[in-house]
């Protein structure tokens, strides 16, 4: 571990060193700033240039038609907080908790996930001259150990390479439910302090803005205290709180080169549209709240035509995981939204649905407008990729699991850029990896949500696909057949919705890709 805190820190300083030469050879005069737009639990069907036909997103649509749009983009794992490790880190989640791996959600007393010492995505723009903000949902955690939450919460996003945070310290559907600004509670009051009391005193709790049944689950405080801070906080606000903070740090750094890491809390749970989306979808709340992100969208789109910065703006569109099936969920699926699309699984799951998502990236002059790639790709590879965009050697960090794909963004590779992707669900038992059109799963189901009733939150596996519609060789009426194999294998170059199981019909390929994944397993639980 010494080795490599010491490795990570010579990196930075040669990072630093470097600066000034990183763009003799850029094409550019200006380095490029980019703004990476991460949506929360936005399913590969929930847009309307992936297919969505029942909500509206002329922001999102805009955006791929001046930009690219990747059909086989993938999120490291199908979880939020090992989402999020990837793509800050550039490794897969199971090389985290010191090679237990990064498995589930972040709880409530977090702390911070990723070692300070680690090169982040952040790192990569500041040790070039970027101002770098992280504004939105942040779910890795505070502090060292367990966090109490005595403030300043440090460490925490200042110590990974972001000079500004504003936002959620967990998500929208967990406490504390207030904002944190940098490393201190907005509106926090000494008198009044924050305190963490857990499950235990929830009388005794700040309360909360009331929300409807149909807006899905809502964890129950687990504070007390900070009664301002926590009116600051409405659930109904959110999206305008987060994309006007968007907004005004651009507008404040427009004059040097940024880097701004949008995380919203839409579309996860509870669905809490602003007032002026209530109603507008053809998908209930789910819907409203997909049409209320867009419009987030559209206010950053507008803000970097407005001051002159759109033509030399990287802007990424994307999500931490794919769609679940919760109440808002089938809710919209009642009505006919399909939230993954065709593709077979949720949130949380190994299957496709479960880590494919929508990927968008606009570079005027540099991105062909109105493209489309095939090439597979993962939020891990951000790291890589900026770090060549910035000019800087992607060889440098070869130990790490990011590779460059930029030129699957400016360009068209004649070959695959990324030949396997190892794919992380909640359950460690389902590990798997894709290799060229292959992917394998070494057990049963999708190792995510185990729900089996309709109006279980977490409701997923075998029952939620029947509820969808989806075809899976496996499965028969919602449960898994007596003779299913035990474990899956699916070509996607002719099934990407995954209906049939070949692992069977190809054991040598199920052997190969067997022996290759044991090598990622964690060596420790």
Not at 244 to 256: Q, S
Not at 293 to 306: A, F, I, N, P, Q
Not at 508 to 525: F, G, H, I, N
Request: with cysteine; aromatic share 10%; charged share 20%.
């Amino acid at each position: 571990m010494q080795d490599r805190e010491e490795e990570t820190m010579m990196l930075r300083w040669l990072l630093c060193l470097l600066a000034p030469f990183c763009f003799a050879s850029s094409t550019s005069a200006t380095p490029p700033n980019v703004v990476y737009i991460l949506a929360d639990d936005l399913g590969y069907g929930d847009v309307g240039c992936y297919g969505a036909t029942k909500v509206r997103t002329p922001n999102i649509d805009r955006l791929a038609s001046q930009g690219r749009r990747f059909t086989d983009a993938h999120t490291a794992s199908a979880v939020c907080t090992p989402s999020r490790y990837a793509l800050l880190t550039g490794n897969y989640p199971v090389r985290g908790n010191n090679g237990a791996g990064v498995w589930g959600p972040a709880p409530v007393a977090s702390g911070l996930l990723i070692d300070t010492e680690e090169l982040t995505i952040a790192d990569v723009f500041k040790t070039q001259g970027y101002a770098t903000a992280a504004i939105g949902k942040w779910h890795l955690g505070f502090g060292k150990g367990e966090n109490n939450w005595r403030q300043p919460l440090r460490p925490g996003p200042q110590d990974l390479g972001f000079d500004y945070y504003y936002g959620l310290p967990v998500v929208n559907s967990a406490p504390p439910y207030v904002y944190v600004e940098n490393d201190r509670v907005v509106g926090a009051d000494p008198a009044d302090p924050l305190t963490y009391v857990g499950r235990k005193r929830q009388d005794e709790t700040t309360p909360l803005t009331p929300i409807p049944p149909e807006a899905s689950q809502r964890s129950a405080n687990q504070f007390t205290g900070a009664v301002k801070a926590h009116k600051l906080y409405n659930d109904y606000t959110v999206g305008e709180v987060l994309s006007g903070k968007a907004v005004d740090w651009i507008t404040e750094n427009k004059e040097k080169p940024f880097f701004l890491y949008l995380a919203t809390t839409h579309i996860h749970h509870p669905y809490t549209p602003g007032k002026h989306f209530q109603g507008t979808s053809d998908a209930t709340l789910y819907g409203d709240f997909i049409q209320e992100l867009d419009w987030m969208v559209g206010r950053v789109m507008h803000t970097l035509d407005e001051h002159g910065l759109a033509d030399n703006t990287l802007l990424i569109f994307t999500s931490d995981n794919g769609g679940m099936l919760n109440r808002g969920g089938r809710d919209a699926v009642k009505l006919g939204h399909k939230l993954n699309g065709d593709l077979l699984g949720f949130k949380f799951g190994v299957w496709e649905g479960g880590h494919r998502v929508p990927f968008i990236a606009r570079w005027p002059g540099q991105i062909e407008a109105g493209s489309q790639s095939d090439q597979l790709i993962s939020n891990v590879d951000m790291l890589a990729t900026f770090m060549a965009l910035t000019g800087q050697d992607a060889e440098a960090i070869s130990g790490k699991d990011s590779i460059n794909v930029l030129p699957a963004f400016t360009g068209e590779p004649e070959q695959p850029l990324r030949e396997e992707l190892v794919l992380a669900p909640h359950k460690k038992s389902h590990l798997s990896l894709r290799k060229e059109q292959w992917i394998y799963i070494p057990r049963r189901g999708s190792g995510g949500f185990g729900g089996s009733k309709p109006h279980q939150h977490a409701w997923g596996g075998a029952p939620a696909t029947a509820f969808v519609g989806s075809v899976n060789s496996d499965i028969q009426n919602g449960v898994y057949k007596k003779n299913a194999p035990p474990a899956q294998l699916y070509d996607l170059d002719v099934d990407v919705n995954q209906t049939t199981n070949l692992y069977n019909q190809f054991p040598e390929v199920v052997q190969e890709m067997e022996a290759v994944l044991e090598t990622y397993r964690p060596k420790r639980d």
